[in-house]
């Protein structure tokens, strides 16, 4: 069991916009604002896609966003296109002796 | 532009101990920032194995501390992962990656390389 709780799949079409939620506790999400997300295309490494809850690295499109509130950290990708299409991580700091923590992912599915 | 890859064995047998190398070109390690192992079982999730610093101080997943070392060879551009008494249990792509620190704690990862799958059987 994944330590950051995301769900399992989520879906939408072409042009819409879909969140992708990532809940913790205030030892992690919640008490730090060092939540990242991360893109995967099958066969593919993860890609940084969102830093410090809700930067951009450069080269990633203003399409995605990240946001936070309380426990719960938020990806959204609006304008959904076909290549958005991969699994996505959610990942954080956490005062335990575990240092960092993964989410379980979420599938992307674009209709 | 960074790029980190890694190498190693592909299978290794039960009890063995794993060890896989991350060659780091574009940028020197002993400039700084943390360098970690992440491990991704087949279809399942990503796992953070351990990180070490520029200077050589390393931090483990309580998990797998017990078993795992990390290190780092400056002259040569590169840090390593070596994992002891292995299972089944712990085939997965190994990827390494640079990671990211802020006010000394080691965050998000920005680089990361390809992955090797690594199995373990006998």
């Known amino acids: 069991q994944s330590a950051l709780t995301q769900p399992a799949s989520v879906s939408g079409s072409p042009g819409q916009s879909i969140t992708i939620s990532c809940t913790g506790t205030?030892?992690?999400?919640?008490?730090?604002?060092?939540v990242s997300w991360y893109q995967q295309h099958p066969g593919k490494a993860p890609k940084l896609m969102i830093y410090?809850?809700?930067n951009r690295p450069s080269g990633v499109s203003n399409r995605f966003s990240g946001s936070k509130s309380g426990n719960t950290a938020s990806l959204t990708i609006s304008g959904l296109q076909a290549e958005d299409e991969a699994d996505y991580y959610c990942?954080?700091?956490?005062?335990?002796?575990?240092?960092?923590?993964f989410g379980g992912g979420t599938k992307l599915t674009v209709l | 532009q960074v790029q980190l890859q890694e190498s190693g064995p592909g299978l290794v047998k039960p009890s063995e101990t794993l060890s896989l190398t991350c060659a780091v070109s574009?940028?020197?390690?002993?400039?700084?920032?943390?360098w970690g192992w992440i491990r991704q079982p087949p279809g399942k999730g990503l796992e953070w194995i351990g990180s070490?610093?520029?200077?050589?101080?390393?931090y483990y997943n309580p998990s797998l501390k017990s078993r795992v070392t990390i290190s780092v060879d400056t002259s040569k551009n590169q840090f390593s992962l070596k994992l002891s008494s292995v299972t089944a249990a712990d085939t997965a792509v190994y990827y390494c990656?640079?990671?990211?620190?802020?006010?000394?704690?080691?965050?998000?990862?920005?680089?990361w390389g390809q992955g090797t799958l690594v199995t373990v059987s006998s």
């Open positions: 990942s954080s700091y956490t005062s335990s002796s575990t240092l960092r923590v």
């Open positions: 574009g940028y020197s390690i002993s400039s700084g920032y943390y």
């Open positions: 410090d809850v809700s």
């Open positions: 990656a640079r990671q990211i620190e802020m006010a000394t704690i080691p965050v998000h990862f920005d680089y």
């Open positions: 205030s030892s992690d999400v919640g008490g730090y604002n060092y």
């Open positions: 070490i610093y520029h200077s050589g101080s390393t």
